[in-house]
């Protein structure tokens, strides 16, 4: 199983970044996706999930800010954040979630200067 993130990198206050994770060695349609993220010194916390039909939920911290979807056709989770601050600043990784099992890509570093 592999779930490889992209699109992570450096942006000011009040841009925009899409992140995308590709997975293989998994039956996509079959796991609910989300994102997650670490910042330093503190614990791995939930950003996003989506589940295989489409039923989305946010972290108070980016509703109405990030936007998660996926493409089940193209085995691809994708995060699209706007209006991005300084806290959102750490590693943001990919889940692949069942009652099989779980699933972690390696993460992509995100960036906001203030």
């Known amino acids: 199983v592999q779930l490889v993130e992209s699109g992570g990198g450096l942006v000011q206050a009040g841009g925009s970044l899409r992140l995308s994770c590709e997975a293989s060695?998994?039956?996509?349609?079959?796991?609910?996706m989300g994102w997650y993220r670490q910042a330093p010194g503190k614990q791995r916390e939930l950003v996003a999930t989506?589940?295989?039909?489409?039923?989305?939920n946010y972290a108070d911290s980016v509703r109405g800010r990030f936007t998660i979807s996926r493409d089940n056709r193209k085995v691809t989770l994708y995060l699209q954040m706007n209006s991005l601050k300084p806290d959102d600043t750490a590693v943001y990784y990919c889940?692949?979630?069942?009652?099989?099992?779980?699933?972690w890509g390696q993460g992509t570093q995100v960036t906001v200067s203030s």
């Open positions: 060695g998994i039956i996509f349609s079959n796991y609910r």
């Open positions: 889940n692949a979630f069942n009652l099989i099992g779980a699933y």
């Open positions: 989506i589940t295989s039909g489409g039923t989305t």
